[in-house]
């Protein structure tokens, strides 16, 4: 079920950022009317607020455009770790998990199969996912695992944008 909602979701993220763009918003965070709109929107009393804006700094510390922060479908993916964001840049939409622990994220390793045209992603280290999870996308997703970022995009030229932030 899950990973039913992860593509449907990937499906309308694509829609609300093409409709930011149409209504020529460019500046970080929404206006209130569309906020009131789209209740995905990340506010300050979401757990994951913080983190999400430290995240946004470092992304226009990097050259990035940060059009709008929302709540993630990967809230609770792995055991334990409640909190994520889901970024639109100006390069590329992403999402990220922030784990509590200063190293985190780069305790995970992530296996990929093919079968057919999908594309089958699981995921061993601790915390594990919740059991029966994994990613199912029919395209490649791209996943940086940085100190306590997890980051995950299915687009190569924001994968090797943020590579090159990191490095």
Same mark, same amino acid.
């Given at each position: 079920?899950?990973?039913?909602?992860?593509?449907?979701?990937?499906?309308?993220?694509?829609?609300?950022?093409?409709?930011?763009?149409? @209504?020529?918003?460019?500046?970080?965070?929404? @206006?209130?009317?569309?906020?009131?709109?789209?209740?995905?929107?990340?506010?300050?009393?979401?757990?994951?607020?913080?983190?999400?804006?430290? $995240?946004?700094? $470092?992304?226009?510390?990097?050259?990035?455009?940060?059009?709008?922060? %929302?709540?993630?479908?990967?809230?609770?993916?792995?055991?334990?770790?409640?909190?994520?964001?889901?970024?639109?840049?100006?390069?590329?939409?992403?999402?990220?998990?922030?784990?509590?622990?200063?190293?985190?994220?780069?305790?995970? =390793?992530?296996?990929?199969?093919?079968?057919?045209?999908?594309? @089958?992603?699981?995921?061993?280290?601790?915390?594990?996912?919740?059991?029966?999870?994994?990613?199912?996308?029919?395209?490649? =997703?791209?996943?940086?695992? %940085?100190?306590?970022?997890?980051?995950?995009?299915?687009?190569?030229?924001?994968?090797?944008?943020?590579?090159?932030?990191?490095?």
């Amino acid at each position: 079920m899950k990973l039913f909602l992860l593509l449907c979701l990937s499906a309308a993220d694509c829609f609300l950022g093409l409709s930011t763009v149409l @209504l020529g918003i460019s500046h970080f965070g929404p @206006l209130p009317a569309l906020q009131a709109e789209d209740a995905s929107l990340m506010r300050p009393s979401d757990i994951a607020y913080a983190d999400a804006m430290k $995240f946004v700094q $470092f992304l226009q510390e990097h050259e990035f455009t940060v059009r709008s922060v %929302h709540r993630s479908k990967l809230e609770s993916f792995f055991r334990g770790v409640e909190k994520a964001a889901l970024i639109k840049t100006d390069k590329g939409i992403l999402e990220v998990i922030f784990f509590s622990e200063p190293t985190g994220a780069e305790r995970i =390793r992530v296996s990929e199969q093919r079968e057919a045209s999908r594309y @089958l992603y699981s995921f061993q280290g601790q915390p594990n996912p919740q059991p029966g999870d994994g990613m199912d996308s029919n395209r490649p =997703r791209y996943f940086i695992m %940085h100190l306590s970022w997890f980051i995950v995009t299915n687009d190569m030229e924001l994968y090797t944008a943020l590579k090159k932030a990191f490095s």
